[in-house]
């Protein structure tokens, strides 16, 4: 897998890292409207409600405007958080808390 084997000469192609270390990661669509699946919402006494998810398109500021589907309940984003720290932003592939307004 990561070295090649003395046991398997025959095979002459790549090992398994070489060929993961092959692939390009796929290009991050922040150009396309704001997804983001939700894992949790937890209730935080003094803080509020904290939606906790993956941003998988788009982009998520403090300060924007968010519709959330199925119901359409609409409300501004208060902060966003990742690991403890806050952000401007949040692109694809980051997992994040965000403090929504009630």
């Not at 084997?5 to 095979?11: D, E, I, L, R």
């Not at 006494?45 to 998988?56: A, L, N």
């Not at 984003?77 to 994040?96: D, F, W, Y």
């Amino acid at each position: 897998m990561i070295e090649k084997s003395t046991n398997m000469g025959w095979y002459t192609g790549d090992t398994l890292k070489e060929a993961l270390d092959k692939l390009d990661p796929p290009p991050r669509p922040n150009d396309k409207p704001l997804r983001i699946p939700l894992q949790d919402v937890y209730k935080i006494s003094g803080i509020g409600t904290v939606p906790v998810g993956r941003v998988e398109t788009g982009v998520l500021k403090p300060g924007q405007i968010c519709c959330f589907a199925p119901t359409g309940l609409t409300t501004e984003i208060k902060s966003v958080e990742m690991h403890h720290q806050s952000l401007t932003e949040a692109g694809p592939g980051n997992s994040v808390g965000f403090n929504v307004k009630n």
